[in-house]
């Protein structure tokens, strides 16, 4: 059974920083691609909005809203994703959603195959 559990959430002042990591178990983790996922408070009907994901063989991605702010990172020997987040603006306060592709890359939340349960973000103005 694959577990993913996130840690690192909390307040932040805008302009802060926050390292969000996420340990994996239950299946080979360098075999998947991984991911972090969002959703803002109150918006639970709405999509999860794609943030990063860094694919098997190291490739990373991000969404528009993140580039140059956020650096997804793995480390295959732990078993963990990490989310460094800097530069933090109130519209970056979400609950943060760890994810384990279903195969070696995540190019979409349709790729999403195990999530986490979210940790969340709060960054005050």
């Known amino acids: 059974q694959v577990q993913l559990d996130e840690s690192g959430g909390g307040l932040v002042q805008a302009g802060g920083s926050l390292r969000l990591s996420c340990a994996a178990s239950g299946r080979t983790f360098s075999n998947y691609g991984m991911g972090w996922f969002r959703q803002a408070p109150g918006n639970g009907h709405a999509e999860r909005e794609f943030?990063?994901?860094?694919?098997?063989?190291?490739?990373?991605y991000y969404g528009d809203s993140v580039k140059g702010r956020f650096t997804i990172s793995r480390d295959n020997a732990r078993n963990t994703v990490d989310l460094q987040m800097n530069s933090l603006k109130p519209e970056d306060t979400a609950v943060y959603y760890c994810a384990q592709a279903k195969g070696a890359t995540l190019t979409s939340i349709g790729a999403v195959e195990y999530w986490g349960k979210g940790t969340l973000v709060t960054v005050s103005s």
């Open positions: 943030v990063a994901a860094i694919y098997r063989n190291f490739e990373r």
